[in-house]
């Protein structure tokens, strides 16, 4: 397809004058400026993701396969031309911006993200840089433009998703793996940039203030920290107020969405289809979350989350200091999905109610609470305490465990008349009385503010290498708070006043359940808290005859979303290498290895082992699984431990890849061994036999 108007050099010359003029724009900005930028976001809590595009038509289904989505052109492999053949289908004649952004107000969403464009390279908007746009369907309508208006007109944010990643534009590197019809001959990546740039001006100048640039598709080997750097800077040249996440750059750590340390990562961190388990202290982040299996709509998938799950997930990333950007995929008409919006539905009916124990909240101060989570906010002269309970107490005493403030006042969020709960102190908790029937099954929110900043006393942190051990084992029992005394038993009961102190590590030589809890004086200042260490005989070595170094492959070609069974499955290649180290692949996509041998460990003892995969992978030791990383995923590392006898043990490394990075490393580390990559001098496999032929 051809572009609607040539670009001019002129036109290039003063992008280029822009970008060179703004490259240190973010290094530039002070804290202050920043968090006044973040006010808006870390206050709304709860925004709308929006996939939409051409791989609605499809709806997921292509050739007797129904698990596709917004990646379909690539998971079914379809051939650009006929890819592009949906632009003379799409024509959503049902959508209504308006509508949809009063859905979502409705819902409690306070921002919406939408693919300006996706990964197939097709613009919901109308540009003048190509013709695979909206402009070229039937609809011809400005998707973006409308739905922009309709946000500001309903003081929503209005925020654009927009892919580094290409698969239509002709400069765009890499290519698809499987698309040998489509040569690289004269593509320049860099005038791919320019493009990309010359859309981002359009979505930047045309539609008014816009809350975030939310990127995407930057793992690719083409983009870099350096072109991160330069087009994060570009976008706030053209709106300084603008938020941008940061996948910009090229330094996000798999699909935990947090940039590797001491890389530069744009605004806020994007934690995908999981929440962080302690949230990320100091850290702006937003976990994105489908309602069911895919981001963009699938007909055929009908495994949504309940309401319940979706409303616990809002308070617990809350809880934790993060956003929830929760997903709805239209269909090709422009509509959601009837459960979208019963879900929808019913979460803006909670939010009605309990809406304030989400927006401008911060974290909890409590690392554990057994019946749900805790918000909080700094009120005048103390802070209040959004109690988000999940198991209501059926002793009609809510505890509030390891709090020191004196309480204030406590009232349900649902009672208008804010009718006071009376609060009594019970050791180291505060006691709320709470009426016997919960005001909501799935969340109900009591309000408790207390004087002060809060003063809370977390149970001590026992700590062990693992939890296991072979012949002895040093636990340390530690509090982070300065003014208390830990007190432990090491046989599970509660320790009380008269238990020892801990003075250093408790050296275990035998099974054991240490129980630990926080003091001053005689008085218990925490709950309570056990930790089992077992002993146990390590896996015996084996013998194994002419052991040579290296180990054996089996290569495989396939189309897989976890692990098969490579048993049943006939081999494309096989043969020795040095290590596990993915270089036995025959092509970057759509494949699967095997790797067997034997690891040396050096002494008796519990042993650690890491993999880093991208996607899934499996470490097994015998018989043992010992490190589960299966899965479609990004880079994300898994750990597993286990007891060996020094000596050879049976090793087996399996590994696949569908599409995007690929990346497989193995460490290992012990007692006596820091973590490391397994070094190849203690892998080992059998050496064949003249008769093994």
């Known amino acids: 397809m051809t572009t609607k108007i040539s670009r001019t050099y002129v036109w290039i010359f003063a992008l280029l004058l822009v970008t060179c003029a703004t490259g240190l724009l973010a290094q530039r900005e002070i804290p202050g400026e920043h968090d006044a930028r973040m006010q808006w976001w870390r206050e709304a809590r709860f925004g709308m993701f929006i996939h939409w595009g051409l791989y609605s ?381 919960a005001p909501d099954p799935i969340d109900s929110v009591v309000v408790l503010d207390v004087a002060g900043k809060p003063d809370v006393n977390d149970p001590p942190k026992i700590e062990g290498d693992t939890d296991i051990f072979v012949d002895t084992m040093d636990v340390k029992v530690t509090s982070d708070r300065d003014n208390v005394q830990v007190r432990y038993t090491a046989d599970g009961s509660t320790s009380g006043p008269g238990a020892p102190l801990v003075r250093g590590a408790i050296h275990l030589t035998q099974t054991t359940v240490i129980s630990a809890r926080c003091y001053r004086g005689d008085q218990p200042v925490s709950g309570t808290v056990r930790t089992s260490f077992t002993k146990v005989a390590p896996v015996p070595a084996v013998k194994v005859e002419s052991p040579e170094g290296g180990v054996k492959y089996a290569y495989f070609e396939g189309n897989w979303d976890a692990l098969p069974d490579f048993t049943a499955l006939k081999p494309a290649a096989q043969g020795n290498a040095v290590s596990p180290d993915l270089s036995q692949r025959g092509r970057p996509e759509y494949f699967g290895i095997e790797y067997s041998g034997y690891i040396q460990v050096p002494e008796n003892d519990v042993y650690e082992f890491f993999t880093d995969s991208d996607d899934g992978s499996r470490l097994y030791l015998g018989d043992a699984l010992v490190v589960d990383n299966d899965g479609l995923h990004g880079v994300q590392e898994k750990r597993g431990i286990i007891a060996l006898a020094a000596g050879l043990h049976p090793l087996r490394i399996t590994y696949f890849n569908k599409t995007g990075g690929l990346e497989l490393k193995v460490f290992y580390a012990s007692k006596k061994i820091a973590k490391q990559p397994v070094p190849n001098s203690i892998l080992f496999r059998q050496q064949m036999r003249k008769h093994d032929h």
């Open 57 to 437: 038509i499809p709806a997921g289904e292509w050739k007797g396969r129904t698990d596709h989505a917004e990646w379909i052109r690539t998971t079914a492999q379809i051939p650009l031309a006929e890819y592009e053949g949906f632009v003379s289908q799409f024509n959503p004649v049902k959508f209504n911006a308006d509508e949809w952004v009063r859905t979502a107000k409705a819902a409690g969403v306070k921002y919406i993200v939408i693919t300006s464009k996706h990964h197939d390279g097709f613009c919901l908007f109308d540009s003048k840089y190509t013709d695979f746009d909206v402009a070229s369907t039937p609809f011809h309508r400005d998707i973006l433009k409308e739905l922009a208006d309709a946000c500001h007109r309903q003081d929503i944010k209005i925020c654009f998703y927009h892919s580094i990643m290409d698969w239509h534009h002709t400069d765009y590197l890499p290519r698809r793996d499987w698309e040998k019809d489509r040569t690289t001959e004269g593509a320049d990546f860099n005038r791919y940039v320019t493009y990309m740039k010359n859309e981002l001006r359009e979505l930047l100048t045309n539609y008014g203030d816009i809350g975030v640039l939310w990127f995407d598709g930057e793992w690719e080997n083409t983009w870099n920290q350096d072109y991160g750097r330069d087009l994060y800077a570009y976008v706030r040249s053209l709106q300084p107020k603008i938020i941008v996440n940061n996948r910009v750059g090229s330094a996000r750590n798999g699909m935990q969405g947090l940039t590797k340390e001491g890389e530069f990562g744009g605004d806020f961190g994007t934690p995908e289809q999981e929440v962080p388990a302690t949230g990320i202290p100091g850290a702006d982040w937003e976990s994105c979350i489908t309602m069911n299996d895919h981001w963009g709509y699938n007909k055929n998938d009908h495994n949504f989350k309940s309401t319940k799950a979706l409303i616990r997930m809002l308070a617990d990333i809350a809880s934790k200091g993060g956003n929830l950007l929760l997903n709805v995929g239209p269909t090709s008409e422009g509509v959601f999905p009837p459960e979208s919006l019963d879900r929808l539905k019913e979460i803006g009916n909670w939010m009605k109610v309990n809406g304030e124990a989400i927006y401008a909240t911060q974290a909890s101060p409590f690392k554990k609470l057994e019946w749900g989570r805790c918000t909080s906010k700094s009120v005048s002269g103390g802070t209040r305490l959004y109690l988000h309970v999940f198991d209501w107490p059926r002793d009609g005493k809510l505890m509030v465990p390891g709090i020191f403030n004196q309480s204030r006042t406590a009232y349900l969020l649902a009672d208008g008349k804010q009718t006071s709960l009376s609060v009594a102190r019970s050791e180291d908790a505060l006691a709320i009385s709470v009426p016997n029937a």
